[in-house]
């Protein structure tokens, strides 16, 4: 007949005769998870106190400013309307051209003779041939000349914008009654010589697996002050995709991931003044990248690189990159995600004293008991275009 068998954690059935206490292996390992190679790659900031962390980004002036909205100018028009933004940065003398003309065959530039508000008097013509101009353009500001004897002039300063992000806070628990303990204790758990510590590596790896994703994804309650019991932040996505900066500028259209796209994102950033320095994608988009640029050296885990299985490569056109593979990472063939950011720009920031920590503490409970706790936020500078963005997402690479 069948031999009844069992896990091996109860008695060895002396009752049963010809049964046998089946031979289990000794060897146990925590449950596996996917390693936490985004938040792996981020900086740990200053630390906080209270419900929220706050950070001010400065920006210089505006090169560029956007013409009429309403209506277009004739050859002949002399004047345009611009934003109050716009017109800030502005000064009598200053020489404007279309931005998509610069560097090609002069069209016209205009000069500026007047500032009324947000009324420019131009004078048309001031060197090439005048022309007409839909609404919405966008023109650059080429020159910046001053008369002789010059008095001064406004002051050019732009406020500092604050940025806020919320505290978020998570807690993973382990209660376990004595007799498990003490049967883990006498070897009568297979693979395990202490419950409760075993217990504690499984939470803290989901405690780490649920920073990752918080990282990634996390939006707080939609409104003007998010802040209640079950509080959540914004997470990196949420900076990038327009929700938490309306100014940021995700890309959402379809397409093959190719050394094109990639370089124009990279360019894009390089364009605002920063420089990106990573790409954070899943598993499908790393090995398309990994093709794409298969003649590059793999860079090995040390104590001095973050993260875990990071390429380091030179994209066509820019500095070079290191691929941070995620496998959190939306990565389905209809909604592939890239992240191309600066991590320079990016941190963890732990609430004061409590960013990782344990609470355990005796009771006259039968048993014992862990609390695994972590209290942080996350700082995303130069997210957008109010102060220039460093980071860009594309959110449908097929």
């Known amino acids: ?141 080429v020159a910046t000349p001053i008369n002789p004897n010059s008095d001064l002039g406004p002051d050019l300063s732009r406020q500092r914008l604050s940025k806020t992000n919320y505290i978020y806070r998570s807690r993973k628990d382990i209660n376990i009654d004595s007799e498990a303990i003490i049967r883990s204790k006498a070897g009568y758990v297979p693979g395990i010589q202490d419950e409760l510590g075993y217990q504690y590596q499984q939470r803290l790896a989901e405690m780490l697996r649920d920073i990752n994703n918080v990282a990634l994804y996390s939006y707080p309650q939609a409104g003007s002050s998010p802040l209640n019991d079950f509080q959540t932040m914004w997470g990196m996505v ?47 988009l790393a090995q398309i990248l990994g093709a794409l640029y298969s003649d590059t050296i793999r860079r090995e885990q040390s104590d001095r690189v973050r993260g875990f299985w990071m390429n380091v490569f030179d994209p066509s056109m820019a500095n070079p990159h290191e691929i941070v593979a995620d496998s959190f990472i939306n990565d389905t063939a209809s909604f592939g995600m890239a992240l191309v950011f600066d991590p320079d720009r990016v941190f963890i920031r732990p609430q004061l004293g409590q960013f990782l920590y344990n609470i355990e503490a005796p009771s006259f409970r039968d048993g014992d008991a862990l609390s695994i706790l972590s209290k942080w936020s996350l ?20």
């Open 1 to 141: 007949m069948a031999l009844p068998v069992h896990g091996g954690t109860a008695a060895i059935d002396l009752n049963n005769a010809g049964t046998y206490r089946q031979d289990i292996s000794e060897v146990l390992l925590v449950s596996l998870t996917p390693q936490n190679n985004f938040v792996g790659s981020l900086q740990v900031g200053a630390e906080f106190a209270g419900p929220q962390v706050y950070w001010t980004e400065d920006a210089l002036n505006q090169y560029k400013i956007t013409g009429d909205s309403v209506q277009s100018m004739t050859s002949t028009t002399v004047s345009m309307n611009i934003s109050q933004a716009d017109a800030a940065v502005l000064k009598t003398g200053y020489l404007l051209v279309m931005d998509t003309r610069v560097g090609g065959a002069l069209i016209e530039a205009m000069q500026i003779t007047a500032i009324a508000g947000t009324v420019l008097t131009l004078t048309r013509a001031f060197a090439g041939t005048a022309i007409s101009y839909a609404s919405n353009l966008v023109y650059r500001i």
């Open 238 to 284: 949420a900076f990038l995709d327009g929700t938490a900066n309306s100014t940021a500028v995700p890309i959402t259209t379809a397409e093959a991931f190719t050394d094109t796209v990639l370089n124009t994102m990279i360019t894009n950033i390089k364009k605002q003044g920063a420089v990106s320095k990573s790409i954070a994608v899943g598993d499908r």
């Open 379 to 398: 700082e995303v500078r130069n997210s957008g275009t109010d102060v220039g963005y460093a980071h860009q997402l594309h959110t449908a690479i097929t």
